[in-house]
């Protein structure tokens, strides 16, 4: 099955510096790679996802890139604001009804002002 | 409903007990999953259910966990004879899935159980 693996497991970084999150896959079919940002004491939410047909996906001061050789992914966040502090889990899936994600096991950004 | 609903919100019981955790879906979600978030490890794969189809057991950790959902919407789990490594958070999470399609989940805010 799949196993996905997430680094750093904690980020601390200045306000408006970049913070890079990566994790990498074991099953080379999985194909569909979402991203969740979870604030203390809240559920985690969807943020940005990526399908293995792009490469990079960007949306504002967030970006997804996408190494399916390699088979890992990355999360970029630019300009961070303290409002990005956080625990963020990358995921990886099968791209077919059928399957559930996978989820790593989470970073914990801390933005200091 | 607008959003999907979980009970109880948090959950003291003694070891040895059996608890029952409920999960009310988005109405029209047909995939239903639960997890567990434990302190520093993630959100870890428990049970997946997709229609009518039989449901991914594969992530139950031991035959004390099951689950059912009746009728397609509401899902129950259930924990027999509660160990302390049980406490953590069981979050539920509902999506749209249909074949060839990619939907993100829709979180529950979690039941926090605590195994005394």
């Known amino acids: 099955g799949e196993n996905v693996e997430q680094h750093p497991s904690t980020l601390s970084v200045q306000e408006g510096d970049s913070a890079v999150i990566k994790c990498t896959y074991s099953d080379s079919a999985s194909n569909y790679f979402p991203w969740y940002k979870q604030e203390l004491g809240k559920r985690p939410q969807l943020i940005i996802d990526i399908r293995s047909n792009v490469g990079e996906k960007k949306d504002q001061r967030i970006a997804v890139t996408l190494n399916k050789t390699a088979k890992h992914f990355s999360l970029h966040i630019t300009e961070t604001q303290p409002e990005d502090s956080a625990v963020y889990f990358c995921a990886a899936r099968r791209h077919q009804a059928g399957t559930a994600l996978i989820f790593g096991k989470g970073t914990t950004l801390s933005v200091s002002s | 409903g607008a959003g999907v609903s979980q009970s109880p919100s948090n959950k003291v019981t003694e070891k040895g007990k059996d608890v029952e955790l409920r999960c009310d879906p988005i109405s029209g979600h047909t995939a239903l999953y639960w997890y567990r978030q434990s302190l520093g490890q993630g959100l870890e794969f428990l049970i997946y259910?997709?229609?009518?189809?039989?449901?991914?057991k594969s992530g139950l950790p031991s035959d004390r966990f099951s689950a059912e959902r009746t009728g397609g919407s509401v899902s129950t789990l259930t924990i027999q004879r509660t160990q302390q490594e049980d406490s953590a958070v069981y979050l539920c999470?509902?999506?749209?899935?249909?074949?060839?399609?990619?939907?993100?989940?829709?979180f529950g805010s979690g039941t926090r159980l605590t195994v005394v």
């Open positions: 259910f997709q229609g009518n189809s039989a449901p991914d």
């Open positions: 999470a509902s999506s749209l899935s249909r074949q060839g399609g990619d939907y993100g989940y829709t």
